[in-house]
């Protein structure tokens, strides 16, 4: 069984930064394409950011492009989402996830096949 824990979000004040991180465990990492999706109170779910399991292919939603960094560490089993420029409207639980494959159909959907339990992020005016 997959499991992913998320860990480092917190408060933040406009313009800071946060790094998340997310341990996956019970399965195949070097096998995933992996991503980060949110989700605001009374707003759907946005996917983020995603990273191919090759780490070749990444993909960023336009509103956090050039501010939000995503990477991975096939040694640690771990996902990164690097946060920077900060704003209001990035203040979401923030959900690691396995992408359900292959990258392009992803590209398409937009669906998960499993995620973690979510990271608060709040970032303060």
């Known amino acids: 069984q997959v499991q992913l824990v998320e860990s480092g979000g917190g408060l933040v004040q406009t313009g800071g930064s946060l790094r998340l991180s997310c341990t996956v465990s019970g399965g195949t990492f070097s096998m995933y394409d992996m991503g980060w999706f949110r989700q605001a109170p009374g707003k759907e779910r946005e996917s983020v950011a995603a990273?191919?399991?090759?780490?070749?292919?990444?993909y960023y939603a336009d509103p956090v492009k050039g501010r939000f960094t995503i990477s991975r560490d096939g040694a640690k089993n771990t996902v990164y989402l690097q946060m920077n420029s900060l704003k209001p409207e990035d203040t979401a639980l923030y959900y690691c996830a396995v992408l359900k494959g292959p990258w392009a159909r992803w590209m398409r959907t937009f669906e998960f096949d499993f995620w973690g339990q979510g990271t608060q992020v709040t970032v303060s005016s």
């Open positions: 990273i191919s399991w090759s780490g070749a292919s990444t």
